[in-house]
């Protein structure tokens, strides 16, 4: 099985960019859903974006338009491409391997990694 590093966060003022990365110790090429997901203090971890194989994305009405999901499959790593960056997206943020549960929602299907701080203050 695969292992998930996350990378990329810090400290950023309001209206601000970051990328995240997120590195495989193997390969991703027949993996065929990926996503990102964050958990702020005090709320449940949330799925913010997800990516197929196919390179259809999907995003949550929170992040949309604002953030960009990709994967390169020769590097191992998914990126998420944070732009316009808020308070409110101020979290830890996740990467991880996708499937569906019985009632046909993305679900993770790997344990969590360490996950990568977002602050987003000015």
């Known amino acids: 099985q695969v292992q998930l590093v996350e990378s990329g966060g810090g400290l950023v003022q309001p209206g601000g960019s970051l990328r995240l990365s997120c590195a495989a110790t193997?390969?991703?090429?027949?993996?065929?859903?990926m996503g990102w997901y964050r958990q702020a203090p005090g709320k449940q971890r949330e799925l913010v974006a997800s990516?197929?194989?196919?390179?259809?994305?999907n995003y949550a009405d929170s992040v949309k338009g604002r953030f960009t999901i990709s994967r390169d499959n020769a590097k191992n790593t998914v990126y998420l491409q944070m732009n316009s960056l808020k308070p409110e997206d101020t979290a830890v943020y996740y990467c991880?391997?996708?499937?569906?549960?019985?009632?046909?929602?993305?679900?993770?299907?790997?344990?969590w990694g360490q996950g990568t701080q977002v602050t987003v203050s000015s």
């Open positions: 990516i197929i194989s196919g390179g259809i994305t």
């Open positions: 193997g390969s991703i090429f027949s993996i065929n859903a």
């Open positions: 991880n391997v996708l499937g569906r549960s019985l009632g046909g929602t993305w679900t993770y299907l790997r344990p």
